[in-house]
């Protein structure tokens, strides 16, 4: 299937356009034409792909082509076994979950999945969880601790499903309920941002040791466009909001938000999926071989420790001369 072109790659797609038509003639004589083109395909997304607005990341995490949760499980892990349903209500299909093998070591993997096309994402409900869902992750994750297996987890969703049936059933609490035992597990636990990361329903997988994210990945409290729409009244400054929420990898491995950037593919995921998938294998690997040299009180002391120094702030003391001006104030009332 052909890659969907966002409006910042279509001067490389002409170009890769041009060079699939030159390769189907064919012949000798176009072969020192072909490689120029070619090199200057390369130089133009390596420039492209340094230049990049948060708002352009935003669409990179959004690409339809863009692997999902198990791409990565068919790539990394090994006898993958789905399990199913919360035990209270249904079976949510927009997050899968089982044991897995990564090498030698047994994990429980539990990942958000978005869907191909209409049929598949009506399914898997475009990637937004209900309650139900997130019961199922925590079922599981306490399964994981009982059996003293490490939680891999993959967060990829615009958010948990906002429909009446979902508030009703007690999307909130559900959500409520991972971040508090999540805090808790005796296990390593690790996520990755593949996709998008939106609001709670990201943060209801997020709560772990080792936070990483793909390089053109999102990690935010809202979308873009559901900020514009707050600040601006109109979705349509979604690039403007971007800008201000500091939402992408780079930015949030400043702010101590995650702990580290896998890279990608070059152009993205999607050009090359077996690449970052084994980018990701490598990162993970690392970190589980640091958390299980550790011990579980340790491990949750660090996690605790981890979330807590997060959105410190610091209340700006006046100047001088304005607590004067606030002192004279009072003395005239």
Partial sequence: MALATLPFEKPVAELDHRIAELRRMGGPRLENQIRALEDKAEALRDHIFSRLTRWQMVQLSRHPRRPYS?????????DFQEFHGDRRFADDESIVAGFARLDDVRVMVIGQQKGRGTKENLRRNFGMPRPEGYRKALRLMKLAERFDRPII??????????????????????????????????????????????????????????????????????TPEGCASILWRDAANADKAAEAMRLTAPDL????????????????????????????????????????????????????????????????????????????RRRTR
Avoid: W
Wanted: proline share 4%.
């Fill in 70 to 78: 198990l791409d990565y499980i068919s790539r990394i892990f090994t």
């Fill in 153 to 222: 987890t993959f967060i990829d969703t615009p958010g948990a499903y906002p429909g009446i049936g979902a508030e009703e059933r007690g999307q909130s609490q559900a959500i409520a309920e991972n971040l508090e035992e999540m805090m808790k597990l005796r296990v390593p636990v690790i996520s990755t941002v593949i996709g998008e990361g939106g609001s709670g329903g990201a943060l209801a997988l997020g709560v772990t040791d080792r936070i990483n994210m793909l390089r053109y990945t999102t990690y935010s409290v809202i």
């Fill in 253 to 328: 491995v400043k702010l101590g938000i995650i702990d580290e950037v896998i890279d990608e593919a070059r152009g993205g995921a999607h050009r090359d999926p077996g690449l970052t998938a084994a980018n990701v294998e490598r990162v993970i690997n690392r970190q589980l071989d640091q958390l299980l040299s550790m011990d579980a009180e340790t491990r949750i002391a660090d996690r605790r420790a981890k979330y807590r120094a997060m959105g410190v702030a610091l209340e700006p003391t006046r100047e001088p001369e304005e607590r004067a001006r606030a002192r004279t």
